[in-house]
């Protein structure tokens, strides 16, 4: 089987970036395959970091293509941003010829953004917590079947479409919030950033990623978020506006399912959530905070605080079903090193019934997590780099974790670093 997948399980910010690119070497090709510029995928190496919004993670590989899949949705300004941080640092992709982008793709306007933030500013204490990237809006133009695509860019009346488009929005922001904010500025930016991606190679990705299949090549698609963000199976409303599931690869790189190989799931040893909505096993208050600060869980993205809480394996159970994994990788081990006792939720206890499943109304009745105690480990983990060097106690943690899952944990990492990961099977 030629493509593999890797996605998050939880609410995003496993360390999809940090993972993909500790396994890009494999790999011909990494595809992203949905999202946009709502993600931030950290990558650590040689004592330098960088955060990607768009581009996929396996762009500091010599021999690994990198492409930006039909699935996902560019902002302009902040991809020409990318690539030109990127340039700074000694890695530029014109000359490389490493980052191919879908001509399917379809484009965030500056206008996307500012319907983006009228409609979560007037929904107020019920707000989705979104990024603020366009996401949402610009899903709904493709759907709508009004979206502007990369591919268009090269039409001689692009100009055109991209004003029709920008007069519908203005009108609906108009008529919707009674405003629509000034985006001169960021239209100038749209424009220049365009001529950047004309220089691009621009390809039909489902014909590509095929074509790579057909030759022998290892493909590498690359998720973001994380399944309880999925529009279909998360905490709807409460979600993202794509799917960030397996089933999301296929359409968001036009790959048949039969195609499908190993499947990837990434967790960390304890769960986050960034934005609204409900999450069940939150530690709201100063274990939280500890958690937090120990983590450094800030979003990647937006730098807002992330809310955090203990693992929850009804949530994770489900992600594995939805995605089928076949492969576990557990993040941020060494942040829980130092608590005495560490707690996984095993069941909800919902309206008095002990569950082991995501109930459908999650958002609207909380369910309360049944927490097993799990003795914690004292040992810095940051500088283990075989097996035999495991604390017990972590040991223990893996092996209730693989029975509970049913799927091995085969990457362990202890530290944001490329070299801080272990492979244990
Ligand atoms: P992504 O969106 O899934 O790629 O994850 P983010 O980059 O948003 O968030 C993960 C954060 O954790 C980043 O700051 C990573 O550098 C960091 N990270 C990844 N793996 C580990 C780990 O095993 N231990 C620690 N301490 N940090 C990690
Ligand atoms: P990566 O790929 C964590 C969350 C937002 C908000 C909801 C909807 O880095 O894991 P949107 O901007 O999509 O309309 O926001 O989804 N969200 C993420 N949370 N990691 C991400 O990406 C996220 N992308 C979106 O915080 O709650
Ligand atoms: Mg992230």
Not at 18 to 37: E, H, M, N, T
Not at 291 to 315: C, K, N, S, V
Not at 323 to 331: E, K
Not at 380 to 388: K, S
Request: with cysteine.
């Amino acid at each position: 089987m030629a493509v593999d997948v890797l996605l998050g399980l939880q609410w995003g910010d496993e360390g999809k970036g940090k993972i993909v690119d500790v396994l890009s070497p494999d790999y011909d090709l990494i595809a992203r395959f949905q999202g946009g510029p709502n993600a931030g995928h950290t990558l650590e190496f040689d004592g330098k970091k960088f955060v990607l919004n768009t581009i996929p993670s396996g762009i500091f590989f010599n021999n690994t293509l990198n492409l930006i899949g039909n699935g996902v949705v560019i902002d302009p300004i902040t991809l020409k941003r990318e690539i030109d941080k990127l340039k700074d640092a000694g890695h530029d992709l014109l000359a490389k010829k490493n980052l191919l982008i879908a001509k399917k793709a379809h484009l965030i306007l500056p206008t996307h953004q500012l319907l983006d933030a009228a409609s979560e500013k007037k929904m107020g204490e019920g707000k989705i917590g979104s990024t603020l990237k366009g996401i949402g809006p610009t899903y709904m133009d493709k759907t709508g079947r009004n979206g502007l695509r990369v591919g268009d860019i090269l039409l001689p009346d692009f100009k055109e479409r991209y004003q029709k488009l920008t007069d519908k929005h203005t009108s609906m922001l108009q008529a919707l919030y009674g405003e629509v904010g000034d985006f001169s500025e960021r239209e100038a930016a749209f424009f220049e950033a365009i001529e950047l991606i004309k220089k691009f190679e621009l390809v039909d990705s489902e014909h590509y990623v095929n074509n790579c299949i057909k030759t022998g090549k290892k493909v590498l698609a690359e998720g973001a978020q994380g399944t309880m963000l999925d529009i279909d199976f998360g905490s709807y409303p409460f979600v993202t506006s794509s799917n960030t599931t397996t089933a999301g690869a296929c359409t968001g790189l036009g790959i048949a399912p039969q195609q499908i190989g190993e499947v990837i799931g990434i967790f960390k040893a304890y769960c986050t959530r960034v934005g609204s909505g409900p999450f069940p096993t939150e530690l709201d208050n100063e274990l939280g905070e500890e958690l937090r600060q120990i983590g450094h869980e800030f979003g990647a993205t937006t730098g807002r605080p992330r809310r955090t809480g203990w693992i929850d394996l009804p949530a994770l159970k489900y992600a594995i079903m939805l995605n089928g994994v076949t492969q576990l990788v557990m993040t941020k081990a060494d942040v829980l090193s130092g608590f005495e006792k560490i707690y996984a939720c095993t069941h909800y206890n919902y309206q008095g019934e002990i569950i082991d499943y995501m109930p459908y109304d999650i958002c609207t009745i909380k369910p309360e997590p049944v927490l097993k105690e799990i003795d914690g480990w004292n040992e810095d983990l940051t500088g283990i780099r075989e097996i035999a060097e495991i604390p017990q106690k972590l040991a223990n943690y893996i092996t209730f974790l693989e029975k509970e899952l049913d799927v091995p944990v085969k990457y362990l990492s202890v530290g944001p670093d490329r070299v801080q990961t272990l492979v244990l099977h």
